[in-house]
């Protein structure tokens, strides 16, 4: 959610801001602005909008003339998107400048302290406490500036400072949200994301929360909380600026469903060994797994669903209980967690706010804690007793398509890894590893299978509502299947386990109501069936996801999408690919803005 980008060089900084700016629109915004200084003048430029309409403002950065400089692009939170709102924040008498990601919770009293010293608010933002902040703290030395007012701020923050009085010196402070070091030659840069940096850079360093750099064109000085200096060692960023570009593709998002074969098999790839699951930075949790008393994953959004289709695998291989708990509600239950429980994490970005929060309070009653991320350095990979990357690659589209998968992916890589620790391997344990093995070339089957999407679209597109139903393994994926149809195509969608729809919500279902009907478990084929004729005896048409040879099914629904022959336990990674293709030609149909959905950010770093 939002982004920030700095830059310090001997090059024009606003060319390389908006650029940078560019780079993530894909983590959802309403407004953007740049600062640059020139000369010990510090220059801002914002609009409400998209980042057109700043490069159209400042003729594509040539207005503002300057080597140093911030820039930001916000979603709204404390305030209506408006260009008062939108950062960078200058502060009264003009020598500071700030953007910030995140939230500062305690800016009410902070702003009405302020206010009383005679400061003047030309925002609503939570954020322009800190530029005043830091105006009243500084005395010539923006390092203790930073301590003073970062050491009054509660909440979660990325902030990018520049100083009139500190020409050719750009500033920056994580706490509880994203940033990151790019080191170049004879310039140097932060960004809240990798890919403002790829362009420019590929070596990088992660800031950790409680730490500030000093960023100059000819070095980078990063210090602790009490104004220490340390050195951080660098990481080298492997995958490449095409990879972040959409590669022929209309929308990132139809590219990332198409690379989802590529990105599974990289998942599985090098933790594949003589038939076994190997994971050598679970060595450690391999000793624990005996002490184990229950499992359970937390996560939000997809990576929540992620974490229902790896429930029954893992339960099925390890023989441990497992719970699935939404971050944002486990965080305030008073849940039951103590060193018997292992922890399971998922976020693709690492950055997510209440997984981060829920994985705070289990790790203070005990809970051993393993992260699913996809972003190495990421706070969740950081804050974990152990971490496993998805290897999924950048990510663009808002909606995830590869991070999801590649998730499930890894739940059933870790189902068998913890059944032949425990001693627990099933006797079809080759059979799995073949199914894990067969995996990318089935997803890749998925996508040929289905040639008829984009004609389904066109049939269902305008429908007022669509119910998605399945049991156990499909139901898990109906719910990921819904949630992908309503956040990319603004169609109600909803999912229903089968055996609920006699409970209520069959009353529903009238003359042409859809009805996608998944179909993949063989073991309660017969009971999804039955649901099927109950919904068409009442007027719904139904779209059933099976397969190709299943006559029971062909026979009864209306249209068909269908799967290659996989095992249940492992279908979910197969299964989701179509309904990702139907959801991305809904949108298309209806006239979407497919990779940046309405009211929706990448990464949710605040509550």
């Given at each position: 959610?939002?982004?920030?980008?700095?830059?310090?060089?001997?090059?024009k900084?606003a060319?390389?801001?908006?650029d940078?700016?560019?780079k993530?629109?894909y983590?959802?915004?309403?407004?953007?602005g740049?600062?640059?200084?020139?000369q010990?003048?510090i220059s801002?430029?914002k609009v409400?909008?998209?980042i057109a309409?700043?490069?159209e403002?400042t003729?594509?950065g040539?207005?503002?003339?300057?080597?140093v400089?911030?820039?930001h692009?916000?979603?709204?939170t404390?305030?209506a998107?408006t260009?008062?709102n939108?950062?960078?924040?200058?502060s009264?008498?003009?020598?500071f400048a700030?953007?910030?990601n995140?939230?500062i919770?305690n800016?009410?009293?902070?702003r009405e302290?302020?206010?009383?010293d005679?400061?003047h608010?030309?925002s609503e933002?939570?954020?322009?406490v800190?530029?005043?902040?830091?105006?009243?703290?500084y005395?010539?030395?923006?390092r203790?500036?930073?301590?003073k007012?970062?050491?009054?701020?509660r909440?979660s923050?990325?902030?990018?400072?520049?100083?009139?009085?500190?020409?050719g010196?750009?500033?920056a402070?994580?706490?509880?949200?994203?940033l990151?070091?790019g080191?170049?030659?004879?310039e140097?840069?932060?960004?809240?994301d990798?890919t403002?940096?790829v362009n420019h850079?590929?070596?990088?360093?992660?800031?950790?929360?409680?730490?500030?750099?000093?960023?100059s064109?000819?070095?980078?000085?990063i210090?602790?909380c009490?104004g220490?200096e340390?050195?951080?060692k660098a990481?080298?960023?492997m995958w490449d600026?095409?990879?972040?570009?959409?590669?022929?593709?209309?929308?990132?998002?139809?590219k990332e469903?198409?690379?989802?074969?590529g990105?599974?098999?990289?998942?599985i790839?090098?933790?594949?060994r003589?038939?076994?699951v190997?994971?050598?930075?679970l060595?450690?949790l391999?000793?624990?797994l005996?002490?184990?008393r229950?499992?359970?994953i937390?996560?939000?959004?997809?990576a929540y669903?992620a974490g229902?289709n790896?429930?029954?695998?893992?339960?099925r291989?390890s023989?441990?209980?497992?719970?699935?708990?939404?971050a944002?509600?486990?965080?305030?239950?008073?849940?039951?967690?103590d060193?018997h429980?292992?922890?399971?994490?998922?976020?693709q970005?690492?950055?997510?706010?209440d997984?981060?929060?829920?994985m705070?309070?289990?790790k203070?009653?005990?809970?051993?804690t393993?992260a699913i991320?996809?972003v190495v350095?990421?706070?969740?990979?950081?804050l974990?007793?152990?971490?496993?990357y998805?290897?999924?690659?950048?990510?663009?589209?808002?909606?995830?398509t590869?991070?999801f998968t590649t998730?499930?992916?890894?739940?059933?890589?870790?189902?068998?890894f913890?059944?032949?620790?425990?001693?627990?391997?099933d006797?079809?344990?080759?059979k799995?590893?073949?199914?894990?093995q067969?995996l990318?070339?089935?997803?890749?089957?998925a996508?040929d299978?289905?040639?008829?999407v984009?004609?389904l679209?066109?049939?269902y597109?305008e429908s007022?509502a669509?119910?998605?139903?399945?049991?156990?393994?499909?139901?898990a994926?109906?719910?990921?299947?819904?949630?992908?149809m309503k956040?990319i195509?603004?169609?109600?969608?909803?999912?229903?386990a089968a055996?609920?729809?006699?409970?209520g919500?069959?009353?529903?279902i009238?003359?042409h109501?859809?009805?996608i009907?998944?179909c993949c478990n063989p073991?309660?084929?017969?009971?999804?069936?039955?649901?099927i004729v109950?919904v068409k005896?009442r007027?719904?048409?139904?779209?059933?996801?099976t397969?190709r040879?299943?006559?029971?099914?062909?026979?009864?629904?209306?249209d068909?999408l269908?799967?290659p022959?996989?095992?249940a336990?492992?279908?979910?990674?197969i299964?989701?690919v179509?309904?990702?293709l139907?959801?991305?030609?809904?949108?298309?149909?209806?006239g979407?803005?497919?990779?940046k959905?309405?009211?929706l950010?990448?990464?949710v770093?605040?509550?």
């Amino acid at each position: 959610m939002c982004g920030i980008v700095g830059f310090v060089g001997m090059q024009k900084a606003a060319p390389i801001l908006l650029d940078g700016l560019k780079k993530l629109e894909y983590r959802g915004y309403d407004s953007a602005g740049i600062a640059v200084m020139d000369q010990q003048v510090i220059s801002i430029s914002k609009v409400r909008g998209r980042i057109a309409n700043l490069c159209e403002k400042t003729q594509d950065g040539s207005l503002m003339p300057g080597v140093v400089g911030i820039g930001h692009t916000r979603w709204a939170t404390h305030g209506a998107p408006t260009e008062e709102n939108a950062h960078p924040h200058l502060s009264n008498d003009g020598r500071f400048a700030v953007v910030h990601n995140g939230i500062i919770e305690n800016y009410i009293s902070l702003r009405e302290e302020l206010i009383k010293d005679g400061y003047h608010f030309l925002s609503e933002t939570d954020t322009e406490v800190i530029v005043h902040l830091i105006e009243m703290y500084y005395r010539g030395n923006m390092r203790d500036a930073l301590i003073k007012t970062v050491n009054r701020l509660r909440g979660s923050y990325a902030i990018g400072v520049i100083c009139s009085e500190e020409e050719g010196k750009i500033y920056a402070v994580r706490e509880a949200s994203p940033l990151i070091l790019g080191i170049g030659i004879g310039e140097n840069f932060f960004a809240s994301d990798v890919t403002a940096l790829v362009n420019h850079t590929r070596n990088v360093i992660y800031l950790e929360d409680g730490e500030f750099a000093e960023l100059s064109a000819q070095s980078i000085k990063i210090f602790d909380c009490s104004g220490t200096e340390f050195r951080k060692k660098a990481t080298r960023i492997m995958w490449d600026v095409q990879a972040a570009e959409k590669g022929g593709y209309e929308h990132f998002m139809l590219k990332e469903i198409m690379e989802q074969p590529g990105a599974v098999k990289a998942t599985i790839a090098p933790r594949l060994r003589d038939g076994k699951v190997v994971f050598e930075e679970l060595e450690g949790l391999a000793a624990e797994l005996p002490n184990i008393r229950k499992i359970v994953i937390t996560a939000c959004g997809s990576a929540y669903y992620a974490g229902c289709n790896g429930k029954y695998a893992l339960e099925r291989l390890s023989r441990i209980p497992v719970e699935v708990e939404l971050a944002s509600e486990l965080r305030y239950s008073d849940p039951l967690i103590d060193e018997h429980t292992l922890l399971i994490v998922i976020s693709q970005s690492g950055e997510t706010a209440d997984t981060i929060a829920a994985m705070r309070e289990c790790k203070s009653r005990g809970a051993v804690t393993l992260a699913i991320v996809n972003v190495v350095g990421s706070s969740i990979a950081s804050l974990a007793d152990y971490t496993v990357y998805t290897w999924a690659g950048p990510e663009i589209a808002v909606a995830t398509t590869k991070g999801f998968t590649t998730q499930i992916t890894v739940l059933y890589m870790l189902s068998l890894f913890f059944a032949d620790c425990l001693k627990r391997i099933d006797k079809d344990e080759d059979k799995f590893i073949e199914t894990l093995q067969a995996l990318p070339r089935m997803i890749q089957q998925a996508i040929d299978m289905n040639p008829s999407v984009p004609l389904l679209a066109k049939k269902y597109h305008e429908s007022h509502a669509l119910f998605f139903i399945g049991r156990n393994t499909d139901y898990a994926v109906a719910l990921e299947g819904a949630l992908k149809m309503k956040e990319i195509s603004y169609l109600h969608a909803e999912a229903y386990a089968a055996g609920e729809l006699k409970h209520g919500t069959i009353a529903l279902i009238e003359e042409h109501q859809p009805v996608i009907a998944l179909c993949c478990n063989p073991s309660i084929m017969e009971k999804t069936l039955s649901n099927i004729v109950e919904v068409k005896s009442r007027g719904a048409e139904v779209l059933a996801l099976t397969f190709r040879h299943n006559q029971k099914i062909l026979s009864v629904a209306d249209d068909l999408l269908f799967i290659p022959d996989v095992d249940a336990l492992f279908s979910g990674v197969i299964e989701i690919v179509p309904l990702q293709l139907l959801a991305y030609y809904v949108a298309k149909e209806n006239g979407c803005d497919i990779d940046k959905p309405k009211n929706l950010a990448k990464s949710v770093t605040v509550e």
